[in-house]
Nanobody, 122 residues
Framework: QVKLVESGGGLVQAGGSLRLSCATSGRTFSHYALGWFRQAPGKERESVATISMGGGSTDYADAVKGRFTISRDNAKNTGYLQMGSLKPEDTAVYYC???????????????WGQGTQVTVSS
């Protein structure tokens, strides 16, 4: 089975930073694109950031550009989302997911983690 486990969420003050991790197992991590998604209360799930298999290409939602950085360490089968200058509107459940090709479309991701809560206080 393919398993993804997010960690690093929590409560942080506005302007602070947080790093989320996505530990994966069960398949060859480097064969998958990695995406981070989030879902806030009352809102649809949205793509936050994506990174290609080798890490050479990245894309970010406009709302997080310049503040968030996606990365991956294929040797450790782990992806990351470094979040800085956090705002209350970043509050959401954050999910990592794997896709067989580079895409930001949630429907094309095959495997998902359970999510981790990020709460940004004002």
């Amino acid at each position: 089975q393919v398993k993804l486990v997010e960690s690093g969420g929590g409560l942080v003050q506005a302007g602070g930073s947080l790093r989320l991790s996505c530990a994966t197992s069960g398949r060859t991590f480097s064969h998958y694109a990695l995406g981070w998604f989030r879902q806030a209360p009352g809102k649809e799930r949205e793509s936050v950031a994506t990174i290609s298999m080798g890490g050479g290409s990245t894309d970010y939602a406009d709302a997080v550009k310049g503040r968030f950085t996606i990365s991956r360490d294929n040797a450790k089968n782990t992806g990351y989302l470094q979040m800085g200058s956090l705002k209350p509107e970043d509050t959401a459940v954050y999910y990592c997911a794997l896709a067989p090709f580079y895409t930001a479309r949630a429907s094309e991701y095959n495997y998902w983690g359970q999510g981790t809560q990020v709460t940004v206080s004002s």
